[in-house]
């Protein structure tokens, strides 16, 4: 082996030994600021999977290691300050991701049915509203299945999305939902997180009408598997909404 090669393969260990010890750095990762000028950063992690810091506050919401070839590594990044959970299918709900992330400090918001699974966490049920911390409140909104032959994947009542205020800047995670008669009265939203694939979730077109009736400013299409988000932004080019494709397939 010659000193050059050696020199390479020196340099190639030690990237992969500051990779390991310092997380994963090839997510997608969105930056905000509050209305006092703080900074709220977003990492697109997989499908429904986000990671967000404020501060030295780390928000996991819905936090799962695996869907088909896609995983997310957990054991590198930092035990979380809260843990949203928005109801209990696999791609939302992994308790030994939870467990792995959590410290006794450790806030677990869930719904029912999760909390009853886990063991613990605080339940929050829809229109229930708590005040984490002094500049974050957490808000739990109806998400559900309206069309027909489909409401037995998520049945009104059972599960929820979250609305985040944090420092003033108001996240809207809405969970699996279709384009719910609720979303009317979401208001001063910020960022949205919609969901978009059928039979499970909304379609495009659905999504663009729950767009419409939210008007964040910035919206994120999430959870969308295999269906085409691409055409979105041309769609709502003419709302005023920032649409944003990251890898939340």
């Known amino acids: 082996m010659t000193e050059k090669m050696k020199k390479i393969i020196t340099c190639l260990l030690a990237m992969l030994c500051l990779t390991t010890?310092?997380?994963?750095?090839?997510?997608?990762?969105?930056?905000?600021t509050t209305?006092?000028?703080?900074?709220?950063?977003?990492y697109a992690l997989m499908h429904a999977s986000i990671r967000i810091t404020y501060g030295d506050k780390e928000i996991e919401i819905d936090p799962c290691p695996q869907l088909r070839d896609r995983t997310v590594d957990y054991s590198v990044m930092p035990k979380a300050d809260y843990i949203f959970v928005t109801h209990e299918h696999g791609d939302h709900y992994?308790?030994?991701?939870?467990?792995?992330?959590s410290a006794e400090h450790t806030q677990l918001i869930m719904n029912q049915r999760c909390a009853e699974m886990y063991g613990a966490?605080?339940?929050?049920?829809?229109?229930?509203?708590?005040?984490?911390?002094e500049d974050f409140t957490v808000e739990a909104v109806p998400a559900y299945n309206t069309t027909e032959g489909h409401q037995q994947y998520h049945p009104k009542g059972r599960d929820n999305g979250y609305i985040l205020t944090i420092d003033g800047l108001r996240i809207y995670i809405a969970g699996d939902t279709?384009?719910?008669p609720e979303m009317a009265s979401i208001k001063d939203i910020d960022i949205a997180f919609l969901p978009c694939n059928q039979p499970f979730t909304m379609t495009p077109e659905q999504l663009?009408?729950?767009?419409k009736v939210?008007?964040?400013?910035?919206?994120?299409?999430?959870?969308y598997g295999q269906t085409d988000v691409s055409s979105l932004p041309?769609?709502?080019?003419?709302?005023?909404i920032d649409v944003r494709i990251r890898h939340y397939e």
């Open 35 to 42: 209305k006092s000028g703080k900074t709220v950063k977003m």
């Open 94 to 101: 992994n308790a030994p991701t939870i467990k792995l992330l």
């Open 234 to 240: 041309s769609q709502l080019e003419n709302e005023g």
């Open 121 to 133: 966490g605080q339940v929050m049920k829809n229109n229930d509203k708590k005040q984490l911390a």
């Open 21 to 32: 010890a310092y997380g994963q750095t090839n997510y997608e990762t969105d930056v905000f």
């Open 208 to 211: 663009v009408k729950a767009a």
């Open 178 to 180: 279709e384009d719910i």
């Open 214 to 223: 939210i008007k964040p400013k910035v919206l994120f299409p999430y959870h």
